[in-house]
């Protein structure tokens, strides 16, 4: 009885390692087979966040007078609240207007610009500006050929 009962363990051990062996081996086909991944694109929206509404431009600048405010209006535009960084005003890098050929051009180097704070967090729909200052300098040599020229001002923000 023994040798049988020690072939009946056999049998038991062998037919639940044998088992054991399929479920490990049905397992890993069925993971093999199997499609665990799935990909979908999401799309940014194509309207700007924050827009730049309107800037208004000092007139009337002279060489050594007064710094004049530029005023930035940012809104925002999407269902958030949005960070916005710095609000850069420079002059645009290609300017130049030389109506006198005699004369040195207007250059952005006849100008200084003094850059405003961050502008921050703006709630949705909350419009906002940004002062930046312009003066132009007063430089050693004439600056006729600035008069009465439009300086193109360019405009960024982070």
């Avoid at 088992?19 to 069925?30: E, K, N, R």
């Avoid at 040195?104 to 003094?114: Q, V």
Wanted: charged share 15%; net charge neutral; hydrophobic share 40%.
């Amino acid at each position: 009885m023994r040798h049988v009962m020690q072939s009946r363990k056999t049998r038991l051990v062998a037919g639940g390692a044998s088992a054991a062996i399929l479920a490990i081996v049905g397992t890993g086909a069925f993971a093999y087979y199997s499609d665990s991944s799935f990909e979908k694109n999401a799309k940014a929206s194509t309207v700007p966040a924050i827009s730049i509404t309107d800037v208004d431009a000092p007139q009337n600048l002279v060489p050594g007078g007064p710094e004049k405010n530029i005023v930035v209006h940012l809104k925002n535009n999407s269902g958030d609240t949005q960070n916005v960084g710095q609000v850069n005003v420079k002059i645009r890098d290609d300017f130049s207007s030389q109506g006198n050929n005699t004369l040195l051009a207007c250059t952005p180097a006849d100008f200084e610009i003094t850059q405003g704070p961050a502008a921050g967090a703006l709630a949705t729909g909350l419009e906002y500006d940004v002062t930046a200052k312009i003066k132009m300098l007063n430089r050693n040599h004439n600056q006729d050929n600035c008069k009465g020229v439009n300086i193109p001002l360019v405009v960024s923000f982070v």
